[in-house]
């Protein structure tokens, strides 16, 4: 929460760390949708939920990656 709010308040170095996160989690969803074959993604869980950065990355990154990759609608969410 700390580094989110920094960098809506324009710090630089926090939005940077945001920008690295999603596409760090972008590059291991690759590896994993690339080893079981399949291409679309359904984001959840607070990461995704809370922090648009981080989300926006790595929509972006994943994107870049496979151009073929679909994030969807969640089908399955459990509780909350």
């Not at 809506?8 to 690339?34: C, K, M, P």
């Not at 080893?35 to 607070?46: D, F, H, P, Q, S």
Request: glycine share 8%; hydrophobic share 45%; aromatic share 2%.
């Amino acid at each position: 929460p700390v580094v989110l709010a920094e960098a809506n308040n324009g710090d630089a170095v926090a939005s940077e760390l945001l920008e690295d996160a999603g596409s760090e989690l972008a590059q291991t969803t690759r590896a994993i949708l690339q080893k079981i074959g399949i291409e679309n993604v359904a984001l959840l869980g607070g990461v995704f939920e809370n922090a648009a950065p981080v989300r926006d990355s790595f929509s972006r990154h994943l994107r870049k990656a496979i151009s073929d990759a679909e994030i969807v609608a969640p089908q399955h969410a459990g509780p909350g």
